[in-house]
């Protein structure tokens, strides 16, 4: 049975609709945390391009992550999530894939450049630190490279998997179109479920790997300094780090559960819904995650001397 002929082979309209095919955790978690990683992300790119005046090529993937994120949620939350692909007319599914396409193109693209930043991000900590030349910070930046190939090629092999899906590419959103298919725009559902779980499986590891690399490394926390602010800050980047690894391993685990909503029925609509908002909040969760580092040092000096006060004898 082909994907589409899947649609509507079993009942599933009397299921329970999961948390995240809600309407108001839809919005309320999309919006929130849209809200939080846009002001991060305008922070960032404000000290780094107005005060320090030194941008970096990690900024530069900030602002792609950060336009993308935009249009993800914009797309993704009003054209049908959380409603059964089933009970959809064949324009509203075709408006939903074809959204989709969108919405998944730019998820691959912007986590490979969100783990791209933070990377840059650390082989700038490593360029700041006194004691470079050494061995420990030698090690820290070749695997840091390696890392670097590795996200590249993961995200380049992705990012062209999901925008060419099939060939022509516009037969992935009009289903009267013939087309070699393949990965993402594959007809068969062993082989589109498995695009996807391939893809969280590496993204999970890549993940692990990246905030692993500061554990073994004395130079990175010794660049955050020796202020017990500091500490708190880089503390707090952790936080973030395994919140967003957390929504990384939930997404792959409901990927799994129903095959990328292949199964029992393809109702991506429906299934996909907890996929599609944890890829949001992950995104959103990085990219706050990836800020913080530049802006909170000129945000606690300005603190700082807002709350400083003066003792006056008379």
Not at 29 to 34: C, E, N, P, R, S
Not at 78 to 107: R, V
Not at 130 to 158: D, F, M, N
Request: proline share 4%; with cysteine.
């Amino acid at each position: 049975m082909s994907l589409f002929q899947s649609i509507g082979s079993y009942d599933n309209l009397d299921e329970p609709t999961p948390f995240f095919a809600k309407k108001a955790a839809i919005y309320g978690f999309v919006i929130t945390f849209l809200t939080i990683s846009s002001i991060s992300a305008s922070l960032r790119l404000f000290i780094r391009f107005f005060v320090s005046r030194c941008p970096g090529w990690d900024d530069y993937f900030i602002i792609l992550i950060f336009l993308i994120t935009d249009l993800l949620w914009t797309i993704v939350v009003k054209h049908g999530l959380g409603t059964h692909f089933a009970l959809m007319t064949i324009s509203q599914m075709e408006d939903f894939i074809y959204m989709f396409w969108w919405c998944n193109a730019c998820y691959n693209m912007s986590m490979a450049a969100i783990k791209l930043s933070l990377l840059f991000q650390y082989l700038r900590l490593l360029s700041d630190h006194p004691g470079s030349e050494s061995a420990q910070p030698k090690l820290l930046r070749i695997a840091i490279y390696v890392l670097i190939v590795i996200t590249s090629i993961w995200g380049i092999i992705y990012s062209v998997l999901a925008w060419v899906p099939c060939v022509p590419v516009y037969a992935d959103w009009d289903f009267t179109a013939s087309a070699s298919r393949y990965g993402y725009g594959s007809d068969d559902k062993d082989v589109f479920a498995q695009t996807f779980m391939i893809h969280g499986a590496c993204n999970m590891a890549i993940d692990v790997a990246i905030f692993s690399l500061p554990l073994f490394s004395r130079s990175m926390w010794a660049t955050a300094g020796r202020a017990r602010q500091s500490r708190i800050a880089m503390l707090s980047l952790y936080i973030l780090g395994i919140i967003s690894v957390v929504c990384s391993i939930y997404r792959f685990v409901s990927i799994v559960q129903h095959k990328a909503a292949t199964s029992p029925t393809f109702d991506p609509t429906w299934y996909g819904a907890t996929a599609i908002v944890l890829s949001i909040i992950e995104v959103d969760i990085a990219t706050t995650m990836a800020s913080l580092p530049v802006f909170w040092p000129y945000l606690r000096r300005n603190i700082d001397r807002i709350m400083i006060t003066h003792e006056v004898e008379v």
